[in-house]
């Protein structure tokens, strides 16, 4: 029976970049670093000849798993998902003030789809951007 998320894992082009993002965009801490390489690692991940770091970063309840296979082919890919496919979309931060977000955020320089919106009655007020690797991100206000 599952007891919990312990962590989301992003493969990403750029470690250094990423935790940056997480960090200083992000508000998040960094929790620890690894490499893992070798024969069980590549079972494991079932990636021939696996030689990847990796980065925790972690806030009070969340914890994400930053990815930098040595992959130099599988980085090439520039196509981000959209919104329509199937598969992991976005990842959604819970925040107390999504205008006060979007306006720190966006004078960072990351472009948003929309500005912070009530989509439907009495919903909630979000906004949606993309951060390091095409990864769609949602901030959330209740």
């Known amino acids: 029976m599952i007891k ?7 493969g990403v082009r750029d470690l250094e970049k990423s935790v940056w993002f997480y960090t200083e965009v992000m508000g998040m801490e960094e929790d620890y670093r690894a490499n893992n390489k070798g024969e069980k690692i590549s079972q494991i991940v079932n990636v021939e000849n696996a030689d990847l770091d990796v980065c925790v970063v972690k806030n009070d309840k969340i914890r994400i798993e930053l990815l930098d296979y040595k992959n130099d082919e599988a980085k090439m890919k520039t196509e981000p998902i ?13 925040v107390d003030d999504v205008d006060y977000e979007y306006e720190r955020i ?3 320089g990351f472009e948003f789809h929309a500005p912070p919106m009530v989509a439907r009655e009495n919903g909630p007020k979000i906004t949606y951007f993309r951060g390091p690797d095409n990864v769609i ?5 209740k």
Do not use: S
Request: aromatic share 8%; proline share 0%; no cysteine.
């Open 4 to 10: 919990d998320l312990l962590h989301i894992g992003i």
């Open 106 to 108: 966006k004078g960072m």
């Open 82 to 94: 959209r919104q329509d496919e199937v598969g992991l979309l976005h990842i959604a931060f819970l």
């Open 137 to 141: 991100l949602e901030i959330f206000e």
